[in-house]
């Protein structure tokens, strides 16, 4: 009897670890309705840390006003009846847009230890969120969506946010640079639709960047410890004439102080605007670490735009995988390229001795595309797979882009080129 009762405390602990790792990877709505169950799993829920709410919260109807009410209810309900922390609170919803019951649940929430918060509505007025966001001392992770926000004069801070992602968010572009660099452990940063944005990033242990939207300057200025960024550049026609207005090296700005990068994507017009300013000489900084380069709509007719991918790639000695797409036209192959660009501009010396794989879509066969090529081709002893694939428009060249492909030599015996027609 004796050996039974020791066990017993043992046996519920147990228990109670089985019941909380059960319902902890449940929904919560099905997580709440488990106390139903019997008295073992009465109220077991509200002492989960993680709340996840989304649409399914409430059973659908055809009424939107009373669909509103029951996830607002629920959510009220859940939050009221909880004990003890709440470590993360995620709202994925297209129910709810600007609404107080929300500013009513951050401000319980900012005084129960929250660590991540997710908030994601739906279409229509964006939500302003309270002040008492900036109270949650001790967030780690920030997603704010469709909201829009202004840091109180008080804020210094989150000290311990480790990623922050602003999706279509409304702020002021000294509030975004002083929250950023108030943030001194920030990991992770993605700012995505944001207009018209001048950006200047200071974060020393940001190590993953993630840009997307019509930015009219990009600085990263203290960024030493950065190893993946990946940036989408939408362009008006003011945003264009900025950039060629521009006497400052956009390249520099960018990656003059990215050392340890080891993965680059730059999607619609990147590599236009890490063309624009002046052209640096011979670069101080060697990207040691990178492995992969992603390029897309990348003009061969632009020799500024060539200039960027050749500095990248012939700076990058550990490069191993590399895919380019173009935005070249068919109608420059009828002009007369300055060929002699290459045995100008192209180092004698280069040798790509770990690239492996490279990939090109949406090639045109204009001269200096196949002149980029016929580069990488010759000075890659170790690569493996070139992939190339004609755009759409170019039907009739593609034979003789084949033709020409097939005269050009390779340093590696092994490489083998697939031409790929879609």
Not at 313 to 320: G, K
Request: aromatic residues 10%.
């Amino acid at each position: 009897m004796k050996w039974i009762s020791d066990t017993e405390p043992h046996m519920l602990r147990l228990n109670r670890s089985i019941l909380e790792s059960i319902l902890s990877r449940l929904p919560i709505r099905d997580a709440v309705s488990s106390s139903i169950l019997s008295t073992k799993w009465r109220y077991r829920w509200t002492t989960l840390t993680h709340l996840v709410f989304d649409d399914n919260c409430v059973k659908t109807c055809n009424d939107r006003a009373l669909l509103e009410g029951n996830l607002i209810s629920f959510i009220t309900r859940t939050l009221f009846l909880h004990q003890g922390p709440i470590h993360k609170f995620q709202l994925s919803t297209s129910y709810l847009q600007c609404c107080p019951e929300i500013d009513q649940w951050l401000l319980f929430l900012s005084r129960s230890g929250i660590k991540e918060l997710v908030l994601e509505l739906g279409e229509g007025e964006w939500f302003r969120i309270p002040s008492c966001l900036f109270n949650c001392k001790k967030l780690t992770r920030l997603e704010l969506c469709r909201c829009e926000f202004e840091p109180p004069p008080s804020f210094k801070g989150f000290l311990y946010l480790k990623s922050l992602n602003l999706y279509q968010v409304l702020v002021g572009p000294e509030a975004i640079e002083s929250l950023i660099s108030s943030c001194p452990v920030l990991e992770n940063l993605s700012l995505s639709y944001f207009d018209s944005l001048a950006l200047t990033v200071r974060a020393p242990n940001l190590k993953y960047l993630c840009l997307e939207g019509e930015f009219t300057d990009i600085c990263l200025e203290n960024t030493p410890q950065l190893l993946a960024m990946s940036v989408a550049m939408y362009m008006t026609e003011d945003t264009a004439e900025h950039f060629e207005q521009s006497s400052s090296c956009n390249f520099m700005k960018f990656l003059g102080g990215v050392p340890l990068l080891e993965r680059l994507i730059g999607h619609i017009y990147f590599t236009k605007y890490l063309s624009v300013g002046n052209r640096p000489g011979k670069l101080q900084i060697t990207y040691s670490h990178l492995r992969v380069i992603e390029l897309y709509q990348v003009s061969f007719e632009d020799m500024k735009e060539i200039l960027v991918v050749l500095r990248l790639i012939t700076n990058a000695p550990s490069l191993t995988e590399l895919k380019i797409s173009g935005s070249s036209h068919t109608s420059a192959a009828t002009e007369s390229p300055d060929l002699a660009f290459w045995a100008k501009e192209c180092p004698k010396d280069c040798t790509f001795k770990q690239l492996k794989c490279v990939t090109m879509t949406d090639m045109s066969g204009v001269p200096h595309e196949m002149e980029f090529i016929k580069f990488l081709l010759a000075n890659s002893p170790m690569l493996e797979e070139m992939s190339i694939s004609p755009c759409v428009y170019v039907m009739d060249c593609r034979m003789n882009m084949l033709i020409e492909l097939l005269k050009f030599r390779r340093a590696s015996g092994q490489a083998e080129i697939l031409f790929v027609q879609e």
